[in-house]
């Protein structure tokens, strides 16, 4: 048994490196096209303001490069405190005071848990907690009305187990090669297509029966587009978001190994009570694009390992 879960582990490991790897190297072709488009057209329009693709020095360095110290850029500032900040606030997530924070602190110290954390607290009535960045907790002011003491132990457990396997590094890589790639996709579809209808518009004014021709080609080149964009981000979008549910499971399973996995549980039939309740029920396409497992499964294997 210690064996299958073992590979298990390994398996999911290397799918979600190969997942990394996808979305690496095909938004990275992306964003080389785009570029090499960029910088065919300006050598053409100005030929001696661009350097040659092959030209040594500083400069020419920095010009075919660049795209890609922009990613690197955007990568980092993702991840700074300045990012983090500005999740928070957009949330509307402000610092835990008071005698909820001493609530919280003595749950903490009867975890016997070392980690420095930083509490924030929004006004959401929804039972809830999310994390940002690497050492960031936020909280729902319905969790923190509604929740006992060892449902929170449970929750603030699960929410650590994100921090611990850097969750928030991994979406950062795969959000930022995709926020560049998806963009640099969307401009090598406009470029020829502006380039083609300023020709089709001058065709057109000239011979107007052609004018439909035209109109077929734009909406082949978009659907194309919205087909290619669709396939590709789809694949990206379905496996990350099975990763995800793993990655619940098993920050669940790092709240048993702490201690709190009862409260946990007892957080989770909370959970599953309000949703029978509101009569949540998700559709199928619901359920393969949410990243979260339905409450219930949760509840199944919780319960196995407790």
């Known amino acids: 048994m210690h064996t299958m879960k073992t590979t298990l582990r390994i398996f999911r490991i290397i799918f979600k490196l190969l997942l990394l790897a996808y979305v690496t190297v095909v938004n990275f072709f992306f964003i080389t096209v785009f570029y090499s488009l960029l910088l065919t057209i300006m050598r053409h329009i100005c030929p001696g303001c661009v350097p040659g693709l092959f030209d040594e020095g500083p400069v020419p360095h920095l010009v075919n490069t660049m795209p890609f110290y922009l990613l690197l850029l955007f990568i ?56 940002f960045g690497f050492n960031t907790v936020g909280i729902t002011d319905g969790m923190i009305r509604q929740a006992s003491d060892e449902e929170l132990k449970g929750v603030i457990c699960h929410e650590v187990g994100h921090i611990v396997h850097y969750d928030f590094v991994y979406r950062v890589l795969l959000f ?52 290619l964009h669709f396939v590709i981000y789809g694949i990206s979008r379905i496996a990350d978001v099975n990763i995800n549910k793993y ?60």
Do not use: Q
């Not at 700074?80 to 835990?96: A, D, I, N, Q, T």
């Open 76 to 131: 980092l500032y993702t991840l700074s405190p300045l990012k983090v900040w500005m999740m928070r606030r957009k949330e509307g997530y402000r610092p835990l005071g008071g005698a909820e924070r001493v609530r919280l602190e003595r749950l903490l110290s009867e975890m016997g848990m070392d980690r420095k954390l930083n509490f924030y607290r929004n006004g959401d009535v929804r039972t809830n907690a999310v994390t």
């Open 176 to 227: 930022s090669m995709e926020s560049f790639g998806s963009r640099c996709l969307y401009g090598i579809f406009l470029i020829p297509a502006l380039i083609f209808g300023i020709i089709g518009g001058m065709v057109s004014a000239l011979v107007p029966a052609l004018g439909f021709v035209g109109e077929l080609a734009g909406k082949f080149w978009w659907g194309l587009y919205r087909l």
């Open 247 to 306: 990655g619940e499971y098993r920050c669940d399973a790092y709240a048993v190994r702490y201690g709190c996995g009862s409260g946990l549980l007892s957080f989770l039939y909370r959970l599953k009570r309000a949703e029978d309740m509101r009569g949540e029920c998700p559709t199928f396409s619901e359920y393969i694009l949410s990243t979260h497992p339905v409450t219930e499964k949760r509840i199944a294997r919780l319960e196995k390992l407790l």
